[in-house]
């Protein structure tokens, strides 16, 4: 505490901060749903190697802002070696957990807790989350493509290229790798 300030109490984050911050980021919104207070907006991004990336932000005003990167489709298989493979991350990469959504889904979520949620912190958990996909391309990319044959990536500039830029300090060796 400084100088006897007494703290307050943390300030109220809602969808409509949550938006604001996405148009100041430069992310466009695919679409936006919200039910029983807690909103979400769908986006396509791009990582450096990964492009059209579904990403979900989801805002509960009275709990935490999530971040879901969609990281493949339902996985399919009944192999083992894919749970594994979603726990062993969950170990490799701080700040961020791996699960399986209710449709199968594997997805990497990034958790802000309402009181520290702005929109740089924001910015870097959707860049660490771009970031990690992109680090797993190839680990992924069965998932991703039959025979796991990455195809050549698109003749254009990603989408949000700068976000990386914006954030590289805070993402150390995701964006030096």
Do not use: Q
């Not at 911050?21 to 207070?37: D, I, P, Q």
């Not at 492009?51 to 996985?75: E, G, K, M, Q």
């Amino acid at each position: 505490m400084i100088d006897g300030a007494t703290p307050g109490p943390a300030a109220r984050i809602g969808p409509s901060e949550v938006e604001r911050w996405l148009a100041e980021l430069g992310l466009e919104t695919v679409s936006r749903a919200e039910r029983e207070g807690v909103a979400s907006w769908d986006l396509l991004l791009d990582g450096r190697r990964r492009f059209d990336v579904p990403v979900t932000v989801i805002c509960d005003p009275d709990l935490a802002v999530i971040v879901w990167l969609h990281l493949a489709p339902p996985i399919g298989d009944s192999f083992r070696s894919s749970y594994r493979r979603l726990l062993r991350w969950n170990d490799e990469f701080p700040f961020v957990k791996f699960a399986l959504a209710p449709d199968e889904r594997p997805i990497l979520a990034v958790e802000l807790p309402i009181g520290t949620v702005d929109r740089d912190a924001l910015g870097v958990a959707i860049a660490r989350a771009l970031a990690i996909a992109d680090v797993l391309l190839e680990e992924t990319a069965a998932w991703l493509w039959i025979g796991g044959r990455i195809p050549p990536g698109p003749a254009r500039e990603p989408r949000n290229a700068d976000l990386f830029g914006r954030y590289a300090d805070r993402l150390g060796e995701l964006v030096a790798r």
